[in-house]
């Protein structure tokens, strides 16, 4: 199982890269599609070992972000 709770698109792809086959994927952090644009080979990192990924985002990415705090 991987838990990726980093702010940084790029732990994501660190993180994905780390599955095993059949593992678990967790995104915390920062789902992608926000911040920085990355380029990623999905089928291999992902689909091809048979991961399961989920993401527990429930807020927009700048809930955290202490420059944004009200």
């Known amino acids: 199982m991987v838990i990726q709770c980093a702010k940084d698109s790029a732990a994501s792809v660190e993180g ?16 992608f599609g926000f911040g ?3 380029s990623i ?12 990924a989920m993401s527990l985002v429930a807020n927009n990415p700048f ?3 202490k420059r944004f705090a009200s």
């Open 16 to 31: 994905l890269q780390m599955m095993r086959k059949l593992g678990t994927y967790v995104e915390v952090g920062i789902p």
């Open 41 to 52: 080979d999905l089928p291999k990192l992902g689909f091809s070992k048979g991961t399961r």
């Open 63 to 65: 809930a955290f972000d």
């Open 36 to 38: 920085n644009k990355i």
